[in-house]
């Protein structure tokens, strides 16, 4: 059975956070979602830190549970640092096999930010050095460029990023076998880069709310269901398609950062536009914010629609929470689509099997027509788009 794992969110003690995000709500929405794999999120934080201890229950190495719900440890840190005069910031996942090694990290880097002060914190801190403190408490551990693309915060971002990864991670680079494609882009995008042919694209929620867990997801299949840190940060190094079976992704275009743009002048452009205006808002003069769409025209060495020989395959969704409000024609937090929501999940069980695995006729027996229709729609690919910019979410619709 393949199991799904979400492995990027953030706990109540992260900014502009749900007060939600606490370990029995995450286990109760990762039930609804059907996930099966939870990242913690925020180990470093001291407080985070001892609730999941005294939280989850050790099932074997590298892997916790609560509730049913298996969980690894991980976190986000942001590392603000200086080369040559120039300042950067990237953010990087952190996955760690257990609580010693947890500590282990936590020591060596408390010395460059405060880790109370926020879930992901702020280090003063080269991301060449991170990966070296990350492997040397213990080999088992893995270091992620979170959301590559995000303009301020991505590695390969436009406005605080790098060309390639050993730029950005230097002599560790050798030791980064994954990176996270974030909402604004999906794997098509990133397989237009040779240089990550080898490294494994992975796909999380970086969930704020209990509701956003497993908008993005990744789906692996595992012989050995009792050793599942093991097999899976295995199958993510060595890009195993026959364990990492896929991907589960956002409509790129609905992430907050797809096209160029300027969000307080409510301008939105294609990069061709933007280039032809030399990337300056025709509203306000001022520099647009370049968005992941651009920077991939910018990096790639391959046409559109190339898809490497290794590439592990991606599903794109839409939450269901949003197609039922759209076709009821009502907001997404209303009564109405709350109550087809539960009534769904109870007799299918969770989300993902709705949104992916049931028979449209199957679904047209409990719910409406329309709602049917748009889950098919959606599965199709039969959507209108309206992109994301400059930290505004897009939209996606069904095709009318």
């Known amino acids: 059975m393949p199991l799904i794992a979400d492995l990027h969110i953030h706990s109540r003690y992260s900014r502009a956070t749900s007060p939600e995000m606490n370990i029995p709500s995450i ?34 190495y ?13 976190a986000e840190v942001s590392n603000i640092f200086y080369r040559r005069g120039e300042g950067f910031k990237v953010h990087n996942i952190i996955l760690a096999p257990d609580f010693e090694t947890v500590e282990k990290i936590i020591c060596q880097i408390s010395g460059y930010g405060k880790l109370a002060s926020d879930g992901r914190p702020i280090l003063v801190l080269d991301p060449e050095e991170l990966v070296k403190i990350v492997l ?13 693309w995000t303009p301020h915060f991505g590695v390969f971002g436009s406005a605080s990023g790098f060309d390639s990864l050993p730029e950005g ?10 990176i996270e494609t974030g909402l604004s882009s999906n794997p098509a995008m990133n397989w237009r880069l040779s240089a990550l042919d080898n490294i494994s694209l992975i796909s999380n929620s970086d969930a704020h709310s209990p509701r956003k867990l497993g908008r993005e ?18 199958a993510i190094k060595t890009k195993d398609r026959s364990k990492f079976l896929y991907t589960i992704e956002f409509f790129p275009e609905e992430g907050k950062y797809h096209f160029d743009g300027h969000r307080l002048c409510a301008y939105r ?22 968005g992941v769409l651009h920077r991939v025209e910018e990096l790639a060495d391959r046409k559109l629609k190339t898809q490497p020989s290794k590439a592990i395959p991606f599903k794109s969704l ?23 929501y539960f009534k769904l999940i109870t007799r299918f069980g969770n989300e993902f099997t709705i949104l992916m695995d049931t028979e449209i006729d199957e679904l047209s027996k409990y719910t409406s027509a329309g709602i049917a229709a748009g889950i098919d729609k959606m599965r199709k690919g039969d959507v209108e788009i309206n992109p994301g910019y400059d930290g505004e979410f897009g939209i996606i619709s069904l095709a009318r």
């Open 27 to 60: 286990a109760k929405w990762a039930g609804i979602k059907g996930i099966q794999i939870m990242g913690t999120g925020d180990f470093t934080h001291p407080e985070w830190l001892n609730e999941l201890k005294s939280s989850l229950k050790p099932v074997g």
């Open 62 to 74: 590298g892997t916790f549970e609560y509730e049913g719900v298996k969980f690894f440890l991980t």
């Open 136 to 148: 040397e408490a213990s080999v088992d551990s893995m270091v992620i460029p979170a959301h590559v």
């Open 169 to 178: 991670f230097g002599s560790q680079s050798k030791n980064i076998f994954a």
């Open 217 to 234: 997801a990744n789906v692996f299949a595992l012989p050995d269901s009792t050793n599942l840190y093991a097999e899976i940060t295995k």
């Open 269 to 290: 452009a294609h990069p061709q536009e933007t280039i032809a205006q030399k990337l300056i808002c025709p509203v306000c003069k001022k520099p647009v914010t370049v």
């Open 318 to 340: 839409i939450p269901l929470a949003e197609i039922i409000a759209e076709v009821l024609g009502v907001g997404r937090s209303t009564q109405k689509v709350e109550k087809e």
